[in-house]
């Protein structure tokens, strides 16, 4: 949890400052940002500034005293809200629609409070795992052998004409030449 001078297992909500919700985005650099009642931010624009500003990854650009730039604090999080109402609504600019995967919950039906403290209690009481798998996979890692692959990786990846990529809109596949390479 990212809250000072508190106790509370409550979690983080939208409710802040933009200075506050880049100091947690920094806070969580390479975890997952996770903000609950995005309809706390009840103007629309207001969100969708919030949304640019986590998903960009840095903060606001600053002057010093001096003149000069501040240096800017980066980061990068997988943003996930919850609330009752969209993040980002139909009106939005594109941009903001590029940078969000919305999962709307009607479809699955209606949690009630009893699954939602089920659903809360699984995740305080499993949390935590896949990350110890996955320190132990990289652990297991030969260095040695995967330098080549990522070598052979990357050139695969640079051969491929972005031009292509670009024209289909989709991400180029390798060929079957590179693919039994492998």
């Given at each position: 949890?990212?809250?000072?001078?508190?106790?509370?297992?409550?979690?983080?909500?939208?409710?802040?400052t933009p200075n506050a919700l880049a100091q947690r985005a920094l806070a969580a650099n390479h975890l997952p940002l996770v903000l609950d009642e995005a309809g706390e931010l009840?103007?629309?624009?207001?969100?969708?500034?919030?949304?640019?500003?986590?998903?960009?990854?840095?903060?606001?650009?600053?002057?010093?005293?001096?003149?000069?730039?501040?240096?800017?604090?980066?980061?990068?999080?997988?943003?996930?809200?919850?609330?009752?109402?969209?993040?980002?609504?139909?009106?939005?600019?594109?941009?903001?629609?590029?940078?969000?995967?919305?999962?709307?919950?009607?479809?699955?039906?209606?949690?009630?409070?009893?699954?939602?403290?089920?659903?809360?209690?699984?995740?305080?009481?499993?949390?935590?795992?896949?990350?110890?798998?996955?320190?132990?996979?990289?652990?297991?890692?030969?260095?040695?052998?995967?330098v080549p692959r990522l070598e052979k990786l990357r050139s695969v990846l640079q051969s491929t004409s972005s031009s292509s990529v670009e024209s289909r809109g989709m991400v180029?596949?390798?060929?079957?030449?590179?693919?039994?390479?492998?």
């Amino acid at each position: 949890r990212m809250r000072t001078g508190s106790s509370s297992n409550a979690p983080l909500t939208w409710r802040s400052t933009p200075n506050a919700l880049a100091q947690r985005a920094l806070a969580a650099n390479h975890l997952p940002l996770v903000l609950d009642e995005a309809g706390e931010l009840r103007d629309p624009v207001e969100r969708q500034d919030a949304v640019y500003g986590l998903v960009n990854g840095h903060e606001k650009a600053r002057a010093t005293r001096e003149g000069g730039l501040r240096r800017e604090a980066a980061w990068k999080v997988g943003l996930v809200s919850t609330g009752e109402m969209a993040l980002v609504d139909e009106s939005a600019r594109t941009g903001a629609h590029a940078r969000l995967i919305q999962l709307r919950m009607d479809d699955l039906g209606t949690l009630g409070a009893v699954d939602v403290d089920a659903l809360k209690s699984g995740a305080l009481s499993h949390h935590g795992h896949l990350g110890r798998a996955w320190i132990a996979v990289l652990a297991a890692v030969n260095v040695r052998e995967l330098v080549p692959r990522l070598e052979k990786l990357r050139s695969v990846l640079q051969s491929t004409s972005s031009s292509s990529v670009e024209s289909r809109g989709m991400v180029a596949k390798p060929t079957a030449a590179s693919a039994s390479n492998s």
